[in-house]
């Protein structure tokens, strides 16, 4: 474990003082890589408050996986035609954690899907000469939040190119096939 992660110019985030080092913890990403993480306590003996080296851009705040982590079972789960399952033992298989099917709806949840939203849409664009026109249509029951939702995916069977998919409340499935 070498990684220490730091900042060069470290200003008490309450006064803007310069802060000094005090000591390093171990973090987990991912659940299993720890890094060491500088500490800090500020200069000012007025002031003297503690933080940290910000994580955020690689981690969000109170969360165990990293972004790139989040992104990418998003971008499985959106992208291809996979169970959570399925994306989750993926993920597995590359980070070596094991996230399970209800934070992999979490992180899809959050502020993410939006976020990449017009990287998602680009890569499910496709034109009709991409389709084979014999398509199929399924459907996934999961519970998100304790409340039950059902996962529609519209999809050609012949070069299993997703054409479009939506998570709704399970009692309008019937409904909402119409507006495929
Ligand atoms: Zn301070």
Redesign the pocket.
């Known amino acids: 474990m070498n990684v220490v992660f730091y900042e060069e110019y470290s ?7 310069k ?1 000094n080092k005090n000591g390093r913890r171990i973090r987990y990403i991912n659940r299993n890589k720890p890094v060491k993480i500088q500490k800090y306590v ?3 003996e ?4 503690f933080h940290e080296t910000n994580l955020e851009n690689i981690v969000p705040k109170n969360s165990n996986y990293a972004h790139k982590l989040r992104l990418e079972a998003i971008e499985r789960l959106l992208i291809s035609y996979n169970s959570l399952e399925k994306i989750s033992e993926e993920i597995q298989r590359i980070y070596g954690c094991k996230p399970c099917r209800q934070t992999i709806l979490n992180h899809k949840i959050e502020k993410y899907e939006t976020h990449y939203k017009n990287k998602i849409e680009k890569s499910l664009k496709y034109n009709r000469n991409d389709l084979s026109g014999v398509y199929g249509y399924d459907k996934q029951f999961l519970t998100v939040n304790g409340e039950k939702r059902a996962r529609l995916t519209l999809l050609d069977l012949n070069n299993n190119t997703v054409i479009n998919q939506k998570i709704i409340k399970e009692f309008n499935v019937k409904k909402r096939l119409k507006t495929f």
């Open positions: 200003l008490c985030p309450f006064c803007k003082e802060s500020c200069s000012d007025n002031c003297g408050k």
